[in-house]
């Protein structure tokens, strides 16, 4: 069977819709439904059921939805372990968010190259719903995130567990509407702050990565959220200060991986993060 058929499969059932997945495919919505009854054919079943509202699995669908992921994912596996360059033994894929990897992922690099020479290394930085998406497909072994939304058949294996605190460059330690950065951490956090600060609900200013947040934030000034263990240092320096009595948010990083990812591959980049993760602390 053409693996792009198991592909097409999937988006569907990840977007529910034709139309969702001709674009993250970037197809037409005709060449998807042409995939789709090809695909039928081929396994003698009706997968879909479509309506207004997208595109729903048949029983027989939600049975071959289980085989469409290990297909890909064995095909994803084969492609990679053909590749390998000479003098190493397997490979690993591993993926992180933006701001994980200065200097967390960049660590357990050199952590890799010293303790598992033997072992290829390819690794991917991008935001969090891309990196879930690659594992679950099986292009990726493992990623490093935080706070991941749960998927079906994908592991969250906590690593450590990091706060957000409130910081303000003011001298009275003052936090108004006029001069607040909103950083989004993600759904969770836009949930807890709305309940927490009603009235920054429409800050003049908000950034989506951490980093640039806090050039700006040292640029011009103002307050907003930032992980304790980057803004610390800050901290000390006096160019920044906690906010007193001020909510902390919990923000912790995971290693994800599917339940069908092999023993040998998930253990090194464990225990290479792990230790990483050690010597900061």
Same mark, same amino acid.
């Given at each position: 069977m053409d693996i792009g058929l198991a592909k097409t499969f999937i988006e569907i059932v990840a977007t529910g819709s034709f139309v969702g997945a001709a674009e993250r495919l970037h197809l037409t919505q005709t060449a998807v439904s042409a995939r789709v009854r090809l695909l039928e054919e081929q396994v003698g079943r009706r997968l879909f059921v479509r309506n207004r509202a997208g595109a729903r699995l048949t029983p027989a669908g939600e049975r071959f939805a289980h085989y469409a992921t290990a297909l890909v994912q064995v095909w994803e596996r084969a492609r990679q372990q053909i590749a390998l $360059?000479?003098?190493?033994?397997? +490979? #690993?894929? +591993?993926?992180?968010?933006? /701001? !994980?990897w200065s200097p !967390?992922?960049?660590?357990?690099? !050199?952590?890799?190259?010293?303790?598992? $020479?033997?072992v290829a290394i390819r690794a991917e930085v991008g935001g969090a719903a891309q990196l879930l998406d690659r594992v679950q497909e099986g292009s990726l072994d493992v990623a490093v995130l935080y706070s991941p939304p749960p998927r079906p058949e994908l592991?969250?294996?906590?690593?450590?567990?990091?706060?957000?605190?409130?910081?303000?460059?003011?001298? @009275?330690?003052?936090?108004? $509407? @006029?001069? %607040? #950065?909103?950083?989004d951490w993600g759904e969770p956090f836009r949930t807890s702050h709305a309940t927490a600060f009603p009235e920054l609900s429409r800050p003049g200013v908000s950034i989506s990565l951490g980093p640039l947040a806090l050039s700006h934030l040292l640029a011009v000034g103002g307050a907003g959220y930032f992980r304790r263990?980057? #803004?610390?240092?800050?901290?000390? /320096?006096?160019?920044?200060?906690?906010?007193?009595?001020?909510?902390?948010?919990? %923000? /912790?990083? %995971? +290693?994800?991986y599917s339940t069908r990812s092999a023993a040998d591959l998930i253990a090194p980049a464990r225990d290479g993060l792990r230790a990483c993760l050690a010597r900061a602390a």
């Amino acid at each position: 069977m053409d693996i792009g058929l198991a592909k097409t499969f999937i988006e569907i059932v990840a977007t529910g819709s034709f139309v969702g997945a001709a674009e993250r495919l970037h197809l037409t919505q005709t060449a998807v439904s042409a995939r789709v009854r090809l695909l039928e054919e081929q396994v003698g079943r009706r997968l879909f059921v479509r309506n207004r509202a997208g595109a729903r699995l048949t029983p027989a669908g939600e049975r071959f939805a289980h085989y469409a992921t290990a297909l890909v994912q064995v095909w994803e596996r084969a492609r990679q372990q053909i590749a390998l $360059p000479p003098g190493r033994e397997n +490979l #690993i894929g +591993l993926g992180g968010e933006f /701001s !994980l990897w200065s200097p !967390l992922l960049a660590d357990w690099m !050199l952590w890799m190259h010293e303790h598992q $020479p033997q072992v290829a290394i390819r690794a991917e930085v991008g935001g969090a719903a891309q990196l879930l998406d690659r594992v679950q497909e099986g292009s990726l072994d493992v990623a490093v995130l935080y706070s991941p939304p749960p998927r079906p058949e994908l592991v969250l294996e906590l690593l450590v567990e990091e706060k957000l605190v409130l910081v303000t460059t003011a001298e @009275d330690g003052a936090v108004g $509407p @006029d001069d %607040y #950065i909103f950083v989004d951490w993600g759904e969770p956090f836009r949930t807890s702050h709305a309940t927490a600060f009603p009235e920054l609900s429409r800050p003049g200013v908000s950034i989506s990565l951490g980093p640039l947040a806090l050039s700006h934030l040292l640029a011009v000034g103002g307050a907003g959220y930032f992980r304790r263990a980057v #803004i610390l240092p800050y901290v000390e /320096s006096g160019q920044v200060r906690l906010v007193e009595r001020a909510p902390e948010f919990a %923000y /912790s990083v %995971y +290693l994800v991986y599917s339940t069908r990812s092999a023993a040998d591959l998930i253990a090194p980049a464990r225990d290479g993060l792990r230790a990483c993760l050690a010597r900061a602390a």
